[in-house]
């Protein structure tokens, strides 16, 4: 039952062609049945129908990735030849068929990323052949059942992001039984809330286990030794959880492991020599690609504490790419050794420690390194030459030492660097010539040193929000809104070019040009080919259907009004009688145009549960014979998030709940647009009043007249387009830069604090040098409660609810700081704002 067919995929579904001949479909060479259907991706939506069950040789049903609705059909365990059901990343809700046990020759059921409910069916330690369950990200209740455990035959179990516990238990532990799959490979129950302690003898029960993912819950208790045992183990992620004690797992005999992720945890030492025990085992681990034992939580707790000198040893990981040993309480030198590792090349993080001495001139055999960050450590000495050989950074950290001299020259080789912050040291001179002509600099901070002489007004030093000079007080020069003193000219017979000269003669050349232009334009045909064939595509309704629908446009159905379109409500009677908002173009105001085209191409290629939904769209003539625009989207009864900040309309306010509901939606769709889709989309121009809410306030992304899809026709920018709007657009933008992915969640951030604050970012308040980000960066962590809107909070009956409160606020109020930075580098990425802010969600629910 296929309502939205959007790639014409079923076109070949008719009786003209023999079934075994449709598209998605294989058959049997011999008996000409059905064997396997196969429409992964296809944009399909609808119902998947009950028929299915009468396909009796299927023994392969892959619908992965599309928008099929309603209930899984209890049909299909009539189906006992299927082997294989992927029916991910849909939105299929209702409960797991029980009968699904039927399907006695099972062997992968992928159910992940749906709407499913309740707990998962007893019935199906029946399917006794089961290897593959995998059904993280739904909304299954009732803890992990026991029964799991006596499926001998599951290699991989993966579980994660489903509210397990139930409502008796809501966090929940790990049935003891599961522990008994000696056959299990890979094991992820992630981003849930279960407690408890793992078993002391996991690793001896579970001696397949090549990917273990246990990250984002509150296990307690210490890490067991046993896991050195488990010798094929690749990947080994138990961050965000509460696990304490000495890490005490001989990583000598994990040979193999890829990744290992301990940070957010409560690990203590003692600063003896054993206590770094644990990382000089890693010698033997060749093959360690990512090493994470930093500490760089939201709420500023530091519980992992790793003292001591780092070990040379880490020198044998020759194929490590990411090493993160930030906030710990390192001590000593940079060992020559780590820098010796030819596949560091993603970031070596370094950074809040107790480093000393000088950085060593073997740095420069990183020649391939995009980023080092060795910034609050105790680095004394002059910034070392062989910097300059490193030439693939992108960010270089220095911030926060004792450096001393000159920036040597040998960093103008650094043509591709992004960032660079070398503020809070003891750095003299003159500011190099060559900082204002790199092209690829997008932040520059100098601030805190003592550097003097003409600060330079080209290149990065164009623009006061992309470079910082402040503490530097022998500075002369520079732009005028720096206020810094003027610098003394060197000569006082300076001759000046008479500028009125270059006035007078270019000034009628110009005017004559303008004026052919100007001609050329008008002789110009209003329309063209091209277009209107890809006009044509649009056209679903009528001029005469829209026009009923609002009563005429009428003032009293107006609900919105941009620089491109106004908004009406209104009802189609040719869709039942359905409430629609209908947005027409303003095709007289330049730049709408491109603005109705970008939109239909955006809503072409995505589809998800909050972003608005789109019903039709309208290219036409009004009765006057003048060209009419228009799309039609579903109506969003709570109006914008923009409506509930700051309209007087509503009596009453989001709650804090709501609020951090409404951003978690928010950047949910944001991380589909980035990562999710097949191809990349910036929407442009995100703020409160694109962000509608339906009647169950959930929150829906809209308006994409901005919209560039990375990679296609549409990203073709002008550095004279118009790109967002003023105090949600990222400061890279003003200054001609491309959009970008990045751009988007510089806007999120800055939307962030005004869903938290109250504030617009273009509120009177904010000027002389204070912003929205800063206000709210000023006020953490201790003083989020002052900054926040006061609607938002609603008093707790106990302290330690309220402290739990206030965790939450500021917890919050980072996220949107760490997205509002100015350097697009160092913005946050939007996968980890989502986990962030349903980790956040889900404190709130349980006060």
């Known amino acids: 039952m296929i309502t939205q067919d959007p790639y014409k995929v079923l076109t070949s579904w008719n009786h003209s062609f023999h079934f075994c001949d449709w598209s998605g479909i294989s058959c049997g060479k011999r008996h000409k049945r059905v064997t396997a259907l196969r429409l992964v991706s296809k944009g399909l939506e609808g119902s998947l129908s009950p028929h299915v069950g009468n396909l009796s040789f299927l023994r392969e049903l892959y619908l992965a990735n599309n928008s099929f609705q309603g209930t899984i059909p209890h049909e299909l365990g009539r189906v006992s030849r299927l082997c294989r059901i992927v029916l991910a990343e849909n939105n299929f809700s209702g409960v797991i068929p029980t009968n699904l046990s039927g399907c006695s020759n099972l062997e992968e059921l992928w159910l992940y990323e749906n709407k499913l409910v309740g707990s998962i069916p007893k019935e199906m330690s029946l399917l006794s052949k089961l290897v593959v369950l995998v059904i993280q990200e739904n909304k299954l209740t009732g803890g992990i059942p026991p029964f799991l455990g006596n499926i001998t035959s599951m290699e991989w179990f993966s579980a994660g992001g489903n509210p397990f516990g139930g409502e008796c238990n809501l966090y929940g532990s790990i049935p003891p039984s599961i522990f008994n799959l000696s056959l299990l490979v890979n094991f992820s129950l992630s981003q ?82 054993d206590d770094m025990r644990f990382i000089d085992s890693l010698e033997n681990c060749t093959r360690l690609v990512y090493l994470g034992l930093s500490n760089c939580n939201l709420t500023g707790v530091f519980p992992i504490t790793i003292e001591g000198d780092i070990p040379s040893s880490l020198g044998n990981c020759k194929q490590l790419n990411g090493l993160n040993l930030c906030y710990n309480r390192l001590s000593g030198q940079i060992p020559k050794q780590l820098l010796q590792i030819p596949s560091l090349t993603n970031f070596l993080d370094l950074s809040h420690n107790s480093l000393s001495g000088s950085i060593p001139s073997d740095i420069k055999a990183l020649k391939m390194l995009s980023t080092l960050d060795l910034s609050h450590n105790n680095f004394s000495g002059t910034i070392t030459s062989s910097l300059g050989e490193c030439i693939s950074l992108t960010m270089l950290n220095l911030s926060g030492n004792i450096f001393q001299g000159i920036v040597p020259s040998s960093l103008s080789s650094l043509r591709g660097l992004e960032v660079l912050d070398i503020s809070q040291n003891n750095l003299s001179g003159k500011i190099p010539q060559f900082l204002g002509k790199w092209n690829s600099l997008e932040f520059l901070n100098l601030s805190f040193n003592d550097f003097e002489g003409e600060l330079p007004v080209v290149g990065v030093f164009r623009n006061a929000s992309l470079f910082s000079v402040l503490g530097n007080n022998r500075l002369c020069g520079g732009l005028v809104t720096l206020e810094l003193p003027k610098c003394k000219e060197r000569g006082r017979h300076k001759k ?211 919209a560039r899809l990375l990679g296609t026709d549409l990203n073709q920018n002008s550095s004279t387009g118009v790109k967002g709007t003023i105090g949600y657009a990222p400061p890279e933008y003003g200054i001609g830069s491309k959009m970008t992915s990045c751009g988007d969640v510089y806007s999120f951030g800055i939307l962030s604090l005004e869903v938290m604050t109250g504030k617009r970012p273009t509120d009177d308040m904010f000027k002389e040098g204070l912003s929205l980000h800063k206000f709210v960066y000023m006020s953490l962590p201790d003083h989020a409660v002052d900054v926040t809107d006061d609607d938002a909070i609603v008093l707790q009956r106990t302290e330690a609810n309220a402290k739990k409160v206030e965790e939450c606020l500021a917890a919050t109020m980072k996220i949107g700081v760490s997205c509002s930075v100015d350097s697009p580098p160092q913005r946050m990425k939007m996968e980890i704002v989502v986990i962030e802010l349903q980790r956040i969600l889900d404190v709130l629910q349980n006060i």
């Open 192 to 273: 849930n809330h279960l407690t408890g302690s793992l078993p002391s003898e996991i690793g001896n029960q579970l001696p397949n286990l090549e990917l273990l993912q246990l990250w984002g819950n509150e296990l307690t208790g210490v890490l067991p030794p046993s896991l050195s045992n488990c010798s094929k183990l690749r990947i080994l992620e138990m961050n965000f959880n509460n696990f304490s004690g000495k890490l005490t797992i001989d990583f000598s005999k994990l040979k193999d492991i890829n990744i290992i992720s301990l940070e957010h945890n409560n690990f203590h030492g003692r600063g003896e020599a």
């Open 496 to 706: 000046r070019f008479p500028f009125f000269i270059l006035v007078i003669v270019i000034a009628p050349t110009l005017l004559i040009v303008f004026c052919c232009v100007y001609l050329l334009w008008k002789k110009k045909p209003n329309s063209q080919p091209s277009q209107s064939s890809e006009n044509e595509r649009f056209l679903k309704v009528s001029y005469n259907e829209l026009l009923k629908a609002t009563d005429g446009f009428s003032a009293a159905n107006l609900i919105g009004e941009g620089g491109f379109s106004s908004v009406y409500k209104g009802i189609l009677d040719s869709n039942h009688n359905k409430r629609v908002a209908v947005k027409v173009l303003h095709l007289q105001n330049k730049g709408a145009q491109k603005s109705f085209l970008a939109e239909c191409e955006a809503w072409r290629n995505i589809r998800h549960r909050n972003l608005l939904k789109i019903i039709t769209s309208c290219s036409s003539t009004d009765f006057q014979g003048n060209d009419f625009k228009a799309l039609v989207y579903e109506f969003m009864p709570n109006g914008s998030v923009h409506d509930w900040l700051h309209s007087s309309a509503y009596a009453s306010k989001l709650n804090l709940l709501q609020r951090i509901n409404i951003l978690r939606d928010v950047a949910t769709a944001l991380d589909y647009l980035q990562n999710r889709c097949q191809t990349t989309i910036v929407h442009g121009d995100l703020k409160p009043s694109n962000i509608l809410l339906d009647e169950d306030m959930v929150a829906h992304v809209g308006d994409f007249g901005l």
